[in-house]
């Protein structure tokens, strides 16, 4: 089917079936939809698909914008399979003959695409101000296709990916399961409205495939890039990013399976300076073979966040800073795997020695039990001392008795710290105007703990306690008490976990974490 220039065109609700035989010049596929210059094709609940006695895949849905106005395809509620290159919104042939072409506009919205070795295919050649859109589509690979890219992006300056479906194939070997997204020096959208906590849903959802997002910037400037609420189940590599971006990696939950190799599995690892805030993610271990929850390599930018992240289950090491990494911060995250390090400071490939360098030194962070892990902090070479703030009367904290230390001294500031104003946190130090821990730390005493959620307070000095809050690790206030003289308080309803509970007495607090089984 070809649509001449200047054409709008609709295909609504028929069953198109495509042999792979097409008798046109060698210009045009082989079978498929071409939409040329400043055509405009809506398909609404239709079926595409080869026809079932051709052995070959039909070529897809093409968009040609020679010169003037851009093609553009609007694509609703529709299925398209076996096509070799579902979308594209540039001609093939020009590309693989490297012609002056711009590329279209494209919209693919709540449709399937089924068995493609390329499901969307976007190239901005020349460039054009061009906003895509790919929302809340299903990309299944079903016919075990080996390797293929579900959305493919290069030189892409606008495009939303949101609310998507990626499930591979799993009867392939993991590393022939594809990538649901490579976009190379794109900007690239991956969010939708931030909820709130209560009403948390995943955006993009990636199951069975090697690699999730794989990013690559080789050009001088930064680049942006979004991804917020999506869910990573069965994928090797979750998020990988090659080079310069701007942006945020928030409230996605990964779970990384054993790695294949030595090449590793991960949730998000960053190679080059970046300048992300990464935040709010869970890091799930599934099995610690080469597997690790974050890969930072030589970002000496300085100016990222690691914040209020979890890394939880069995990987080899939480988090690998190779070689020279600098950061804004890397604070208030949870570590409570079971593997070797909670963080590893290594050297890079040239054989350069490894540098954590943190700027604001703001660094509340809990640590693993020290029984589970090797040594809940690593580094490759002798006498590093990191500088490290602590809220109220915490130490560095850990889920057991200790922080074990291998090549590394702690120097301690205490310091009233552990908030995010952007995503909504609260801090104690709102709530009460200083800490004096000698004037009541010997009086008031929390036990047991850990508990089943019934825990008592002992006021040997019958102190005034105004109120007992209740509180997340990130300093959250989930919960205000008003003290009575009761002697116990039921937390019994609260999921098994670490809490912060703080008892108020004018203008001083004392804080304690509990643990509920």
């Not at 589509?137 to 959305?151: A, E, G, R």
């Not at 399961?177 to 959208?189: D, E, F, P, Q, W």
């Not at 949730?267 to 974050?294: C, D, P």
Request: net charge negative; proline share 1%; aromatic share 10%.
């Amino acid at each position: 089917i070809v649509i001449g220039n200047d054409i709008d065109y609709n295909i609504n609700g028929l069953n198109l079936n495509f042999t792979d035989n097409s008798d046109l010049s060698s210009i045009y596929p082989n079978s498929g939809i071409v939409v040329k210059n400043g055509s405009n094709l809506t398909i609404e609940e239709a079926h595409l698909s080869s026809v079932s006695e051709c052995s070959n895949t039909w070529e897809g849905i093409e968009l040609w914008s020679e010169s003037g106005s851009m093609a553009t395809v609007t694509i609703e509620n529709t299925t398209i399979i076996n096509a070799k290159v579902a979308v594209s919104n540039i001609s093939k042939y020009a590309y693989n003959n490297e012609l002056a072409m711009k590329g279209g506009l494209v919209n693919l919205n709540n449709s399937t695409i089924i068995n493609s070795k390329i499901g969307v295919n976007i190239i901005e050649v020349l460039g054009q101000p061009t906003s895509h859109n790919i929302v809340g589509n299903t990309f299944l690979n079903s016919d075990n296709i080996i390797s293929p890219t579900y959305i493919n992006l290069n030189g892409v300056k606008y495009i939303s990916v949101k609310e998507n479906m990626f499930n591979g194939s799993e009867t392939v070997a993991t590393a022939s399961r594809g990538t649901a997204i490579h976009a190379v020096n794109s900007n690239l959208n991956m969010m939708i409205t931030k909820p709130n906590n209560q009403d948390f849903s995943f955006n993009n959802t990636y199951n069975h495939l090697y690699i999730g997002g794989n990013l690559e910037n080789s050009t001088k400037s930064f680049l942006n890039m979004k991804v917020y609420n999506a869910f990573f189940s069965n994928v090797e590599k979750c998020i990988n990013i090659n080079g310069q971006y701007n942006g945020e990696i928030a409230l996605n939950e990964f779970n990384v399976s054993a790695g294949a190799s030595v090449d590793h599995a991960f949730g998000i690892k960053t190679r080059g300076e970046n300048n992300l805030l990464i935040t709010e993610n869970v890091f799930f271990g599934e099995a610690s073979i080469n597997n690790y929850g974050m890969i930072s390599e030589s970002n000496t930018v300085g100016e990222g966040l690691i914040k209020l992240n979890s890394f939880e289950g069995e990987f080899v090491n939480a988090i690998n800073f190779i070689g020279t990494n600098s950061f804004e911060e890397v604070s208030c995250n949870n570590f409570n795997i079971q593997g070797q390090y909670d963080w590893f400071i290594y050297k890079n490939e040239n054989g350069e020695l490894g540098e954590l360098n943190v700027n604001k030194e703001l660094n509340i962070n809990q640590f693993s039990d020290s029984n589970n892990v090797v040594f809940n902090l690593k580094n490759h070479y002798e006498n590093q001392v990191f500088h490290y703030k602590d809220a109220y009367q915490f130490m560095p904290q850990t889920v057991g008795t200790s922080i074990a230390l291998e090549n590394m001294q702690i120097e301690v500031i205490k310091e009233e710290f552990c908030y995010n104003n952007n995503n909504n946190y609260h801090s104690v130090i709102e709530e009460v105007l200083s800490t004096d821990e000698s004037e009541i730390g010997d009086n008031i005493s929390i036990y047991p703990n850990p508990s089943n959620g019934m825990i008592n307070i002992s006021n040997k000095a019958e102190s005034n306690i105004d109120r007992v809050l209740i509180m997340t690790i990130e300093g959250k206030v989930i919960e205000t008490i008003s003290w009575n003289q009761q002697q116990s308080i039921d937390l019994t309803s609260y999921s098994a976990g670490t809490y912060v509970v703080g008892l108020q007495l004018g203008d001083s607090v004392k804080t304690e974490r509990v643990v509920i089984l």
